[in-house]
């Protein structure tokens, strides 16, 4: 089976990342990562930065090889700076997407300080991912899940219908507001990255996999992708979670690459 990975963070300089693939005994590496996408049957991964380093990485990783499809990475401390460089990065064609990780940083998605990156998304075509629900503590000292909610991405998604929006990590542990989302608005779809961090183990998964067929149910697979969140666990063990979620396979077909072919133009 084919699949599209729609969340990695192979922005190697970061070392919250590093700490956390040695956590979990993965090679935090690029030919590592390539190794576990030959390994999991992954063909395209969307490579999210963090900050001005981790971009300017995942950008040059992307120009090396067209697997790989860049995403920008929004911090709110350097706002107008991030601005300005997004200009010429998309105007360049090094990027595909935006990142804005809403309770790692304490704002709301509606906060008129992003809509110069939603007129750069909707003038370029390309997709905003927002991070929503669980936030992991030693990421970001403070953390605060208020400003993560999903329910928040509604008013974004009302005032921008033509801009694709990426729900990450479907909201967890919201999966009903999630739903609704992606289920009312055209322009919404969520990522089934980052629920696990690891290993998967069977009662957590098991829940966790009534939770995806509830989001196929109320939203459609059509609405749904694939995602890792890697280095937090193996690209292997998440796809096998997918394929044994007890679903119908034209459902895991979608989740694993068709959704992603649409939303991210993969041809």
């Keep these: 089976m084919r699949f599209i990975d ?11 990342f590093a700490e956390a693939a040695k956590d979990n005994k993965i090679n935090y590496s690029l030919d590592g990562l390539l190794e576990e996408m030959d390994n999991s049957g992954v063909g395209s991964a969307v490579a999210i930065g963090w900050n001005f380093s981790t971009n300017e990485e995942i950008a040059r990783i992307a120009e090396q090889d067209e697997r790989f499809i860049p995403v920008f990475g929004i911090r709110i401390a350097e706002i107008e700076t991030y601005i300005a460089a997004a200009k010429e990065e998309f105007k360049e064609g090094r990027f595909r ?4 990780f809403l309770g790692y940083e304490p704002v709301y998605p509606y906060d008129e ?7 750069l998304a909707e ?18 000292n403070h953390a605060r899940v208020r400003f993560a909610h999903p329910l928040n991405i509604d008013d974004v998604a009302v005032a921008h219908p033509d801009m694709k929006i990426v729900i990450a990590h479907s909201g967890n542990p919201w999966f009903e507001d999630t739903a609704e989302i992606i289920y009312k608005n055209e322009n ?18 098991n829940m966790l996999a009534e ?5 196929v149910h109320y939203a459609s697979s059509q609405k749904l992708m694939f995602g890792t969140d890697w280095p937090l666990i193996k690209l292997e063990r998440y796809a096998d979670f997918l394929k044994g979620c007890g679903m119908a ?15 991210w133009d993969i041809k």
Excluded: Q
């Excluded at 300080?113 to 007129?119: A, L, T, V």
């Excluded at 003038?123 to 970001?140: A, E, L």
């Excluded at 939770?211 to 989001?215: E, Q, S």
């Design 211 to 215: 939770r995806l067929k509830f989001l």
């Design 123 to 140: 003038k370029y075509g390309v997709p905003v991912i927002f991070h929503t629900g669980d936030t992991w503590n030693s990421m970001v």
């Design 6 to 16: 729609a969340h990695t963070h192979p922005g190697f300089s970061s070392p919250t």
């Design 188 to 205: 919404c779809y969520a990522d089934i990255s980052g629920w696990f961090l690891g290993d998967i183990e069977d009662i957590y998964g």
């Design 97 to 100: 997407g935006f990142k804005i």
């Design 249 to 263: 396979e034209s459902y895991i077909e979608n989740i694993a690459h068709r959704t992603a072919e649409k939303v």
């Design 113 to 119: 300080m992003f809509e110069p990156i939603y007129g």
